[in-house]
């Protein structure tokens, strides 16, 4: 089993739309969950990152947090043309572990 | 966050060389990462570049192939030895700062002929 676990999309969402992206973890010791964006060609960029059970919001962003369930998603409300890109979930065991990433588009 | 900035920002390599890739951050961070992303895919830890000791490698990465300097605790290299065409990639420098955050340098894209 995969360490840190995305459907790789691509996710196809409408303009003004709430695009909703999951992630899976496989080690109940993870503590620290991070949201990071990627566009074509560029180096990961930070959007989120959560430590405790439930929701934490920034701006059009909220990222959901459930240990119990070993599950982590992020929400983009009023989605964009801007925000498609790839969405790469990262857990810390010892180290920061990747998922594949999510492929998101935002169509007009 | 932490300003990183990579030297080269792409190369084109021939088959036996080496390539030195820099990475200069703004500020004093704790720690250092070197990470690889192959086309299409997602970032994988090469090795973790300690202030004063030798580098941390992740199982399938050697110093022999990839040597790795921090001599303060805001600048590392990388080097990639006797490449070959496999080598192909995107080389990422991250730095840690805070409590766990990561941040990522813009990069260098390396082919090898």
């Known amino acids: 089993q995969k360490e840190v676990e995305q459907n790789s999309g691509p996710l196809s969402v409408p303009e003004g739309a709430i695009a909703s992206l999951n992630c899976t973890y496989s080690d109940r010791g993870s503590q620290s969950f991070f949201w990071y964006r990627q566009y074509s060609g560029k180096s990961p960029e930070l959007i989120m990152f959560?430590?405790?059970?439930g929701d934490k919001e920034d701006g059009r962003f909220t990222a959901q947090l459930n240990k119990a369930s070993q599950y982590v998603s992020l929400l983009i409300r009023d989605s964009q043309p801007s925000d498609s890109a790839t969405y790469l979930c990262?857990?810390?065991?010892?180290?920061?572990?990747f998922g594949t990433g999510t492929r998101l588009q935002v169509f007009p | 966050s932490a300003v990183i900035s990579q030297k080269p920002s792409r190369d084109i390599c021939q088959r036996g060389t080496s390539l030195t890739i820099q990475c200069q951050v703004d500020s004093q961070v704790t720690m250092m990462f070197w990470y690889r992303q192959q086309p299409g895919q997602s970032l994988t830890l090469i090795a973790t570049?300690?202030?004063?000791?030798?580098?941390?490698?992740e199982s399938g990465f050697v110093i022999d192939k990839f040597p790795i300097s921090r001599p303060n605790l805001t600048f590392s290299t990388l080097t990639v030895s006797n490449m070959s065409p496999e080598d192909s990639s995107i080389y990422l420098c991250s730095a840690h700062r805070g409590t766990n955050e990561q941040f990522f340098g813009p990069g260098t894209r390396l082919t090898v002929l």
């Open positions: 570049a300690n202030q004063g000791s030798e580098a941390t490698y």
């Open positions: 990262a857990v810390i065991v010892d180290k920061l572990i």
């Open positions: 959560i430590y405790s059970n």
